[in-house]
């Protein structure tokens, strides 16, 4: 066995999580916060159901004083070719968060059939948490 590669993965899964295990984790109620890295607008236009709008540009300290640092802190952005939820998760980080990035974003989450929410919201399978 390689150390080296079995020490990858685990941080990958460490730093990184899918659409499926959001989706599962939002089902059963568990602390996790999920969170979209972009702006009010493109938030307005879609996002995911029961996630909360920190455009990373706009996070400090005194911006998430609010928040439970308990929790597990989701970040997306659009997809693949943005980095808003890199340096959204980055910046929760940095002020003692917990956080993982959502893998392919928006995007994935809705290719892999998830309900969206907002002014062009997408139908699909809904969180059953009422979020």
């Not at 994935?108 to 969206?116: E, V």
């Amino acid at each position: 066995m390689n150390i080296d590669q079995l020490n990858h993965y685990r941080q990958k899964l460490a730093f990184e999580t899918d659409s499926w295990d959001v989706y599962e984790a939002l089902n059963r109620n568990e602390p996790v916060v999920v969170v979209d890295g972009r702006s009010a607008e493109a938030y307005a236009r879609e996002h995911i159901p029961g996630s909360v709008n920190l455009p990373h540009r706009e996070i400090s300290a005194e911006t998430t004083a609010h928040l439970d640092k308990s929790k597990l802190y989701v970040c997306y952005c659009d997809g693949i070719g943005c980095n808003a939820s890199t340096k959204t998760a980055l910046k929760l980080l940095t002020l003692g968060f917990q956080v993982r990035e959502l893998m392919g974003g928006l995007d994935w989450w809705k290719r892999d059939g998830y309900a969206t929410a907002g002014e062009t919201a997408q139908v699909g399978t809904g969180i059953s948490c009422g979020c």
